[in-house]
């Protein structure tokens, strides 16, 4: 069965320092791989897709970045928060255009 | 532009009430739509998918529907448990650039009472 990890749980960050969140999947291959942010209070918002090793299509321009060096790994990064970038980091797959798409539990991120 | 909604955005029901939950969407070029469940501080757990092409799931006490040419879909929970107590998010799956992304309501947070 597919499974999708996301690590870690929860961090706190300084301002100006660099994130690296990662993301992998199991089970599966060639997914179609996604980072989201909610942040309190409002929806989900995509960040970035991706659908090939290499590939990433961003959503919004901000102080995020995104990479998938594997097929199954996508990695969202920073080379310096902001305390704007405070947020609930979610990682999704789904197969194709018509499958159900599944989340990973969730990093927290807390910049101060 | 692709506006998903979702009403109410609050609902507190006692035990054992069926309910429904309500989402609209603006634009009817969805290739699916999905329901989420979202408990506090957790991941999203898939609930149901609806395909364009269906009128309606079902899973256990769950029934969603979905009226594509009015951009409207309704989870129907029977029989409401304190452990249905959660966030409910509805995302309509749309086709964008090379790839797709599920574009989401703000969702309806649900407290069932003992």
């Known amino acids: 069965s597919q499974t999708i990890h996301q690590w870690p749980a929860t961090l706190v960050q300084p301002v100006g320092s660099p994130l690296s969140l990662e993301c992998t999947v199991e089970?599966?291959?060639?997914?179609?791989l996604y980072w989201y942010r909610q942040a309190a209070g409002r929806g989900l918002q995509l960040l970035f897709y991706s659908v090939g090793i290499g590939q990433i299509s961003s959503e919004v321009p901000q102080n995020l970045s995104a990479s998938r060096p594997q097929d199954r790994q996508f990695i969202l990064s920073s080379k310096k928060l902001l305390l704007s970038d405070s947020g609930f980091y979610l990682c999704a797959w789904n197969q194709g255009l018509i499958t159900e798409a599944f989340f990973g539990q969730g990093t927290r991120l807390t910049v101060v | 532009k692709q506006e998903v909604t979702q009403i109410p955005a609050a609902l507190s029901v006692p035990e054992g009430e069926n309910l429904v939950l309500n989402c609209s969407f603006t634009d009817s070029a969805i290739y699916n739509l999905q329901w989420f469940r979202q408990d506090p501080g957790k991941g999203l757990t898939s609930l149901l998918l609806?395909?364009?092409?269906?009128r309606e799931q079902t899973s256990g006490r769950l029934n969603a529907s979905l009226d594509k040419s009015s951009g409207r879909s309704t989870l129907y929970i029977a029989a409401s448990q304190p452990g249905d107590s959660a966030t409910y998010l509805c995302a309509v799956y749309m086709i964008y650039n090379q790839g797709g992304k599920l574009i989401f309501g703000q969702g309806t947070e649900l407290s069932v009472k003992p």
């Open positions: 089970g599966t291959s060639n997914p179609n």
């Open positions: 609806i395909q364009s092409s269906q």
